[in-house]
């Protein structure tokens, strides 16, 4: 019995440790908030500050965008031309608008080893999540969403090598990300989506997870865990309040999440029952191992019965002088009665 207990808990611990290894980076998440590599307020430049003028500019001066078309809609037009009067093409700025089709032809001719992954994604999101990634890392220069509009010039972000935003609660985005061609980060983000091109049944977690801000953000733990995120593969974090809400900071935000849809909804009420689901999650899991345990004795410690003990065996009645002396006083009896 003790041997068969202690066979039961080192398979628990097993599947219990494996479980965590797998979601290590995750976990990490909840905890690292990536501060070491924060870009402070006194790093930078106040904006018009003659300062920007000394500094080594190392991304190139390019803006990249995504859309459907070149048919930009009336919501986001006011944020797209903002970015476009503060980095005008007379400064040595360009701007590069990937539709669907550039972003197909680039694909097909830069990096066909993903053409098939590439069309094969489920939502369209996910195509211009991962073009991103890829034309940062072949042109460099900075990405933005165009629900992300500029509140000023962006030139001193081009002093870093690689920089993205921090977001909440846990994590990276990749709404607002810069970096030099071939940085060593965005590398290996392409070289890592095609591991995480899973289907987790919501479209939301799919999104998320196989080319959104979550598997950028994993990336970004394995990267840094490795050893990674140092000199030139440094990634920088841009904090919330340099991203918007001050004057100084470098982005505004405006209407957006256009591919978000019903299973969002329940993700959300997920955030906002979060007590209600973590008592769930014992109680359930609890159960499980109770019922994994109940299993466990049932058929696996199930002894031959030459290894019970004469006692178990016996019924309850023999198992006690009073009760056998009553039994043996009425069997008397009744042979007597036989007899006569």
Same mark, same amino acid.
């Given at each position: 019995?003790? /041997? ?25 998440? #909840? ?12 790093? &930078? ?42 980095? /005008? ?7 590069? =608008?990937?539709?669907?089709?550039? +972003? ?47 509140? $000023? ?18 994590g990276i985005s990749n709404d607002a990300m810069g970096a030099v061609p071939g940085h060593r ?22 999104? +998320? ?6 598997? &950028?953000?994993?990336?970004?733990? $394995? ?11 440094? &990634?920088?974090? =841009? ?44 109680? *359930?899991?609890?159960? #499980?191992?109770?019922? *994994? ?14 290894? *019970? ?7 309850? /009645? ?9 039994s043996a006083q009425k069997e008397y009896e009744l042979v007597s009665r036989h007899e006569v």
């Amino acid at each position: 019995m003790r /041997r068969g207990v202690i066979l039961f808990l080192l398979l628990l611990f097993a599947i219990l440790a494996f479980s965590i290894h797998t979601v290590w980076n995750l976990l990490m998440l #909840l905890v690292i908030d990536g501060s070491e590599d924060a870009i402070s307020k006194s790093e &930078l430049p106040a904006p018009g500050s003659s300062r920007v003028n000394g500094r080594p500019q190392l991304i190139p001066k390019i803006i990249h965008q995504t859309y459907i078309n070149e048919s930009i809609p009336p919501v986001w037009q006011d944020a797209q031309q903002s970015c476009l009067d503060l980095h /005008r093409p007379e400064d040595g700025w360009e701007y590069k =608008l990937w539709t669907d089709d550039k +972003m197909s032809e680039f694909i097909r001719d830069e990096y066909p080893w993903f053409v098939d992954t590439f069309e094969g994604y489920s939502y369209p999101i996910q195509r211009a999540d991962a073009i991103r990634y890829f034309v940062l890392c072949h042109y460099g220069g900075i990405y933005i969403d165009l629900d992300d509009g500029c509140n $000023r010039a962006l030139e001193p972000l081009l002093s870093y090598p690689a920089w993205v935003r921090k977001t909440i609660p846990t994590g990276i985005s990749n709404d607002a990300m810069g970096a030099v061609p071939g940085h060593r980060f965005f590398m290996r983000v392409i070289d890592e989506l095609k591991h995480y091109d899973r289907n987790w049944l919501l479209g939301y977690i799919t999104v +998320m997870g196989s080319t959104g801000p979550l598997f &950028l953000s994993v990336i970004w733990r $394995r990267y840094s865990s490795e050893g990674s995120n140092e000199g030139d593969g440094r &990634l920088r974090i =841009l904090w919330s309040e340099e991203y918007q809400g001050y004057s100084w900071s470098f982005f505004t935000h405006h209407l957006g999440n256009s591919w978000h849809g019903a299973d969002v909804e329940f993700i959300f009420w997920m955030a906002r029952n979060w007590v209600f689901l973590t008592i769930l999650g014992f109680t *359930i899991g609890g159960s #499980l191992i109770f019922f *994994i345990w109940w299993a466990y004795r049932r058929f696996v410690l199930k002894k031959a019965p030459s290894d *019970i003990p004469k006692w178990k065996t016996a019924s309850i /009645r023999s198992r006690f002088p009073f009760w056998r002396r009553a039994s043996a006083q009425k069997e008397y009896e009744l042979v007597s009665r036989h007899e006569v």
